[in-house]
């Protein structure tokens, strides 16, 4: 009987590595959506991210509306967009108040803009402990509009499975 090589383990971390380049094209996206012109032609972005997120801070009323996941729309009304290096914060209407929204770039689980059918997937980044998630309860972030976000009919998803070797 031949000995089986065990499987090779990826000590790169390659799926964390493409994850995190992806994520930077949602970032580029929002850098040029907070750029003095605003978002260019009929482009505008549905970005859900997991609330619980180490980082994610928003007011308390509104996180607590979507223990799980938020989608946010950036279309017309959003105010002081500030793409950074590690997180975006905007200003958007729920309910009629303004309310800013903190969210890492490691929290967004898609990033969809319908005007050309783009389409972004990652995995979910993993839950803050108990005690950061406290921590940052008492900060101002905000969330998504009441009316759910229109489903894609048919999106250009990008997923790293297809590029896995099988």
């Known amino acids: 009987m031949v000995a089986q090589d065990p499987p090779v383990q990826d000590l790169m ?3 964390a ?3 995190d380049a992806l994520r930077g094209v949602a970032k580029a996206a929002l850098k040029r959506a907070a ?3 605003g ?3 009929s482009h505008h972005f549905y970005i859900t991210f997991k609330t619980d ?3 994610v801070s928003g007011p308390v009323d509104l996180l607590s509306k979507y223990p799980d996941e938020m989608t946010i729309v950036l279309q017309h009304q959003y105010w002081d967009l500030a793409p950074g290096e590690t997180f975006f914060s905007v200003t958007l209407q729920f309910g009629g108040q303004p309310k ?3 969210v890492p770039y490691a929290a967004i689980t898609r990033f969809y803009d319908p005007s ?3 389409l972004l997937q990652f995995e979910p980044p993993p839950s803050a402990p108990p005690e950061l998630k406290a921590a940052t309860e008492g900060k101002t972030a905000e969330a998504k509009s009441d009316e759910p976000p229109a489903k894609p009919a ?3 998803i990008v997923s790293l499975d297809q590029f896995r070797k099988k």
């Open 100 to 102: 800013r929204v903190s």
């Open 116 to 118: 050309v059918q783009f």
């Open 35 to 37: 750029a003095p012109d």
């Open 13 to 15: 971390n390659y799926e």
């Open 39 to 41: 978002l260019p032609g």
């Open 154 to 156: 048919e999106a250009t």
């Open 53 to 55: 997120a180490a980082g």
């Open 17 to 19: 590595m493409a994850q």
